[in-house]
Structures are given as structure tokens and as C-alpha cells.
């Protein structure tokens, strides 16, 4: 989710150039070549990154946050399928490496995310609450025992109901068979 909201605050600036888009697509297509098809995994990267480059082709300042998520899912799993493959030709070794990198720079680009926007509310939030005075204090944590105690009373009511609800079942049952104990299929 995080990644997400990054992607979409994010999602206007170039998280790679058109060369890097390019060897992964290049990348892949010599690891079909060589083994005349992709996996699924594979053929979904593939997409992936097509659909990234041709995003990024129609619309040079737009939003390509969707392109990310999608990109990034998509190697996230081929990286998976290449690791417990473990095969070690150039192709599949270098259509590899362009995943990793795709997923990297997306977590890079997350993490600058989180540091930049995350954190300092983050620290507002904390320091807001430190500022407050005891009797402040007191009201919150009074407030936070009322919700949980409302809360609670409307879990017990829930249950009462259901557990009414279970033994009038029972006894239906046992007025129409005596011999099945009340116990309902």
C-alpha cells in the first residue's frame, strides 16, 4: 500500500530512462529466443515493461504510478521464478539483473518516499502529543477507554444474540426429533 502511495506522489517523475526500459525488454526477448517462449512470470515482466515504455512514450508528463506498481509486481515475480530456477545461461542471467533492478529502484524510490513524507508526519504526530498538557492527556486517554468499553458492549450484545439465536435453534430441533440431543446439523 505504502508502495502504492508512493507511485502515485512519485508517479510523474522518471523512475528510469529509456535505456534501462529498453535492455530489460532486450533482455527478455533474447531469453525467448533462446528457449523459443517465456514463462508466464516472464511473458507478464515482459508486459509489463512494454506497457511502461509505451506509457511513457504517449505521454511524456504524465502520471505513470499504475506502470510502476505493475512493473514492479511483475519483476518482484519473475526475480522469484529466476532464483528458484537458478539457471545460469547469459539470457536468463541478465533478464535477472534488469529485474532486480527494476524492483530495487522502485523500493529505493519507496523508501525516499517514506523518508520525505511518512516520517515527519510521523514526527508531528509525536510531537503534537508530547506538547500536550496532562489534563489534555487524561481527556484522550478517558476518550480511547469509552470507545473501547463502547466497542466492547456492542461485541457482548453481538454474541448474546448469536448464542440466543444458537439455543432457540436447539430447542426447535429437539421438539421435532428428541432423539438428536438438540444438536443442529
Do not use: C, H
Not at 502511495?5 to 535492455?23: L, Q, V
Amino acid at each position: 500500500r505504502l508502495f502504492q502511495e508512493a507511485a502515485k506522489k512519485t508517479g510523474g517523475m522518471r523512475w528510469f530512462s529509456d535505456e534501462e526500459i529498453n535492455k530489460t525488454i532486450d533482455a527478455l526477448n533474447k531469453m525467448k529466443e533462446k528457449d523459443g517462449k517465456l514463462s508466464n512470470k516472464g511473458r507478464d515482466f515482459l508486459d509489463r515493461m512494454t506497457e511502461l515504455k509505451d506509457g511513457i512514450q504517449k505521454q511524456k508528463n504524465g502520471n505513470y504510478a499504475k506502470l510502476y506498481v505493475r512493473a514492479y509486481d511483475a519483476a518482484y515475480e519473475f526475480a522469484q521464478e529466476s532464483t528458484k530456477n537458478g539457471r545460469k545461461d547469459e539470457a536468463s542471467a541478465e533478464a535477472k539483473a534488469m529485474a532486480d533492478m527494476v524492483f530495487e529502484r522502485l523500493n529505493e524510490n519507496q523508501r525516499i518516499y517514506t523518508l520525505r513524507n511518512v516520517v515527519p508526519q510521523v514526527e508531528k504526530k509525536a510531537k503534537k502529543e508530547a506538547s500536550l498538557s496532562q489534563s489534555d492527556r487524561e481527556k484522550i486517554e478517558k476518550q480511547k477507554a469509552a470507545d473501547s468499553n463502547k466497542k466492547e458492549k456492542m461485541y457482548e450484545k453481538a454474541r448474546s444474540e448469536v448464542k440466543k439465536a444458537r439455543e432457540n435453534q436447539r430447542s426447535r430441533a429437539v421438539k421435532k426429533d428428541p432423539l438428536s440431543q438438540g444438536r443442529v446439523m
